[in-house]
T-cell receptor, first 112, second 112 residues
Framework: GESVGLHLPTLSVQEGDNSIINCAYSNSASDYFIWYKQESGKGPQFIIDIRSNMDKRQGQRVTVLLNKTVKHLSLQIAATQPGDSAVYFCAENRRSQGNLIFGKGTKLSVKP | EAEVAQSPRYKITEKSQAVAFWCDPISGHATLYWYRQILGQGPELLVQFQDESVVDDSQLPKDRFSAERLKGVDSTLKIQPAELGDSAMYLC??????????FGPGTRLTVL
């Protein structure tokens, strides 16, 4: 079935390095994508979003890239900090449906 | 900063008992969602409200689950009777439009 998934279930990086978390989606009708950060025992926290008419969007220390040709989404975190350690989910939204479809998540561990 | 409120944060119950979860969305958000998240997986939509109306409950196990949002503001999700497989995190989210969703802290349910 159509789904949103992640290439890597775990990612370990050194503090100060850049992190890249990848996500693949299979539904070409998806027109809105969101990255969430979820710390243990907490609800998902909105990080950044991007619409299908864009291929790049930047926030504070984060950048999301969208490649519609290969249906790929990535989250780049600059100068990764220990506080960035969490599970990261990408989610897709099809405007006609309204609900989010989540992938399984990538656990990011930051080594001091 | 406005947040989605949920209570209780934790609930332990025995199977066959009834449980209820409460959610208060961000003020002014017309759309409210209930998700279930099994450990290690992404959230999955149970029900979506637009104001007081249900717009999607296709994934809600209606034989035991019910949800209401009588005045179009706060919402209650009920399970009766609870089963062992219902142990999960129950997340509430809200949005002012059908895209960017903001999540509450969740209710961790354990069924014994």
């Amino acid at each position: 079935g159509e789904s949103v998934g992640l290439h890597l279930p775990t990612l370990s990086v050194q503090e100060g390095d850049n992190s890249i978390i990848n996500c693949a989606y299979s539904n070409s009708a998806s027109d809105y994508f969101i990255w969430y950060k979820q710390e243990s025992g907490k609800g998902p926290q909105f990080i950044i979003d991007i619409r299908s008419n864009m291929d790049k969007r930047q926030g504070q220390r984060v950048t999301v890239l969208l490649n519609k040709t290969v249906k790929h989404l990535s989250l780049q975190i600059a100068a990764t900090q220990p506080g960035d350690s969490a599970v990261y989910f990408c989610a897709e939204n099809r405007r006609s449906q309204g609900n989010l479809i989540f992938g399984k998540g990538t656990k990011l561990s930051v080594k001091p | 900063e406005a947040e989605v409120a949920q209570s209780p944060r934790y609930k332990i119950t025995e199977k066959s008992q009834a449980v209820a979860f409460w959610c208060d969305p961000i003020s002014g958000h017309a759309t409210l969602y209930w998700y279930r998240q099994i450990l290690g997986q992404g959230p999955e939509l149970l029900v979506q409200f637009q104001d007081e109306s249900v717009v999607d409950d296709s994934q809600l196990p209606k034989d035991r689950f019910s949800a209401e949002r009588l005045k179009g503001v706060d919402s209650t999700l009920k399970i009766q009777p609870a089963e062992l497989g219902d142990s999960a995190m129950y997340l509430c989210a809200s949005s002012s439009r059908a895209d960017t969703q903001y999540f509450g802290p969740g209710t961790r349910l354990t069924v014994l």
